[in-house]
T-cell receptor, first 114, second 114 residues
């Protein structure tokens, strides 16, 4: 079975400050890892994903996440946030073999304060 | 890019009535679609996998007679909540697979049963 834990339900941070959104997962099989973002009144959008290769993955808008197998973590970071980053962020896993369904964390609400 | 559209985005219905939510892949064909549900402060949970031309596969604990899924074409899957009750009030979101390019989510539908 797979499970995803996002310990921080709400993260307020001042504009231009760094932020880290934590994600830990548990799985008995190999998984792919994802971060999705949901802006108000919009659907889920893929932010970045780890499938294989380099453990550090980056998005086009400055976010990055690092896959740490030993700690079973996939924390999301950004060195300097903008007001427009205010959104709900979901960490998710998908089994490498079988399915194609996602297992999501409970989400982290990021609020950037001017 | 690939787009998945859900309709309606918000719906209020009376207890005991049925409500249908549509999920459409606008610019690609999707042989498989997924339906998720999210209760407040909880994860998005997979309800069922919808396969075009065949019966949906439901996750454990999801009542297939209550949540009817029809995947009649390669671009449309519908979720019908039958005899809705207030405890069915939730956020429902679908996703669709686009060949080898990934999984895309709809905007989600807020259902309120009064």
């Amino acid at each position: 079975a797979q499970s995803v834990t996002q310990l921080d339900s709400q993260v307020p941070v001042f504009e231009e400050a760094p932020v880290e959104l934590r994600c830990n997962y548990s799985s008995s099989v190999s998984v792919y890892l994802f971060w999705y973002v949901q802006y108000p009144n919009q659907g889920l959008q893929l932010l970045l994903k780890y499938l294989s290769g380099s453990t550090l993955v980056e998005s086009i808008n400055g976010f990055e996440a690092e896959f740490n197998k030993s700690q079973t973590s996939f924390h999301l970071r950004k060195p300097s946030v903008h007001i427009s980053d205010t959104a709900e962020y979901f960490c998710a896993v998908m089994r490498v073999f079988g399915g194609n369904q996602f297992y999501f964390g409970t989400g982290t609400s990021l609020t950037v304060i001017p | 890019g690939a787009v998945v559209s859900q309709h309606p985005s918000r719906v209020i219905c009376k207890s005991g009535t049925s409500v249908k939510i549509e999920c459409r892949s606008l610019d690609f064909q999707a042989t498989t679609m997924f339906w998720y549900r999210q209760f407040p402060k909880q994860s998005l949970m997979l309800m069922a996998t919808s396969n075009e031309g065949s019966k949906a596969t439901y996750e454990q604990g999801v009542e297939k007679d209550k949540f009817l899924i029809n995947h009649a074409s390669l671009t449309l899957s519908t979720l019908t909540v039958t005899s809705a009750h207030p405890e069915d009030s939730s956020f429902y979101i679908c996703s669709a697979m686009s060949g080898g390019t990934g999984v895309y989510f709809g905007e989600g539908s807020w259902l309120t049963v009064v």
